[in-house]
């Protein structure tokens, strides 16, 4: 049988001083907090092949491929 995990609420401060001491990195919503899940190889490669395909696609155009770092 499996718990249901704990939910963490904190004020902005708070979950700014918090989140400096944790090794994983969370995601702050009005006052919850929500472990944020790390990518695998794989989403990373098919992203990246994502974006150079798209990039290649537009070269010459008016338009630009953007990517984020995860």
């Not at 708070?14 to 944790?22: D, F, M, V």
């Not at 929500?34 to 010459?60: C, D, S, T, W």
Request: aromatic share 12%.
């Amino acid at each position: 049988m499996s718990t249901p995990a704990e939910r963490l609420t904190f004020d902005a401060d708070a979950y700014l001083a918090w989140e400096a001491e944790q090794a994983e990195k969370h995601e702050y919503l009005h006052g919850e907090v929500f472990a944020m899940v790390g990518a695998r190889q794989e989403h990373v490669i098919v992203a990246g092949n994502l974006y150079a395909a798209l990039k290649q696609r537009l070269r010459g155009g008016p338009y630009r491929a953007y990517t984020a770092l995860i």
